[in-house]
């Protein structure tokens, strides 16, 4: 067994995976430690993969695996970890924003007894408006989630091989890493480093994105949006009954009156506003559930640094896909 694995997802990385890994090597030859480097290539349309198949033939400690499209860093990082055969994996970014010179002191901090160490970056170098936005997000997301999650804790980090063997047997579909992390629990440190800008290519995330993927991660770790729509609800019913309560003590003493058009507007408008938000949220779970119980595998595997992949279900699915195996077509 290899001391240390590094997992990197890559989407249409081609013009950095070579300096990338020049930088992780470097970063690694004093440390002495055996490795390997597993990639990810999650669908690339740029010749990522041509990259990839290079270096293997060159380098025996690269590993890959190629899936057949895109189907999200989420998915990349479960197969890296599958992949991963070492005593501790780390997970980096191929575009030089998680600086690989960092890896030594997670393993010395890994070395002391820590099962997550965690590079934290701050925000600089990010634009007010998207800083302003992750400070509010973080803010509402501790707020909300049954898990603890930092702000700038991503991705970038280390995780010995019992944290690995514990995110591998979280079957979930809809994978919020972040939470993921978090919920596994083991002793976690983190330090900080000063934000990277990425060496080529674009970032992935735009608003939009970014915005759906924090939808995601709010809904993914709890039920409370569920519960906020029951107490909603209660306290409309509750006011709507005051009202009423009040009209008629009003016709009572000063006699019947012509209630007006306007309140009933009202009133028809917002309920209705607030049933089909309540609706929206209800259908956001459902349809999670739908997605759950179709247990899809996670990605589908195109190739691997050994050939061609095998059938798609027996790769890509650690035992779910299997459960479908023995049905009649
Ligand atoms: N990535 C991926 N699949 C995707 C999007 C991104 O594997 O669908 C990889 C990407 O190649 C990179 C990492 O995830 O190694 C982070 O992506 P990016 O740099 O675009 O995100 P940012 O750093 O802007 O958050
Ligand atoms: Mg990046």
């Not at 994105?209 to 909603?232: C, E, K, Q, V």
Request: contains cysteine.
């Amino acid at each position: 067994m290899v001391d240390l694995s590094i997992v990197v997802p890559c989407f249409n990385e081609s013009e950095v995976i070579d300096s990338f890994h020049r930088a992780v090597l470097d970063a690694l030859r004093p440390t002495r430690l055996s490795f390997e480097v597993c990639y990810v290539d999650d669908g690339s349309g740029d010749g990522t993969v041509e990259r990839l198949r290079a270096l293997a033939r060159t380098d025996p400690r690269v590993r890959y695996t190629s899936f057949s499209r895109n189907f999200g860093k989420e998915a990349a990082l479960l197969a890296g970890m599958r992949m991963a055969g070492g005593g501790a994996v780390v997970l980096m970014d191929a575009d030089l924003q998680h600086p690989p010179e960092l890896v030594p002191r997670m393993v010395e901090l890994h070395r002391q007894g820590f099962d997550q160490v965690i590079a934290r970056r701050d925000r600089s170098g990010e634009g007010a408006v998207r800083k302003a936005f992750s400070r509010a997000y973080y803010r509402l997301v501790r707020r909300f989630m049954e898990v603890e999650v930092a702000d700038g804790a991503g991705d970038f980090r280390l995780l010995s091989r019992r944290a690995v063997d514990a995110l591998l047997c979280l079957p979930e579909s809809n994978r919020f890493s972040k939470g993921l992390f978090s919920w596994i629990g083991f002793d976690t440190v983190s330090f900080p480093y000063e934000n990277v800008e990425r060496a080529a290519g674009s970032s992935k995330w735009g608003g939009r994105r970014l915005l759906n993927y924090g939808i995601d991660g709010l809904l993914s770790f709890n039920s409370r949006p569920l519960r906020l729509a029951i107490h909603t609800g209660l306290w409309l019913f509750v006011s709507a009954l005051l009202y009423a309560l009040w009209i008629v003590g009003n016709a009572l003493v000063s006699g019947v009156d012509t209630p007006g058009y306007a309140t009933l507007i009202t009133a028809i408008v917002g309920l209705a506003g607030v049933q089909l938000a309540t609706l929206g949220v209800i259908g956001e779970y459902v349809g999670r559930i739908y997605h759950e119980v179709k247990g899809r595998p996670h990605y589908v595997v195109r190739e691997t640094e050994r050939g061609d992949a095998a059938p798609a279900g027996a790769v890509a699915a650690g035992g779910r896909a299997a459960q479908h195996a023995g049905r009649p077509s």
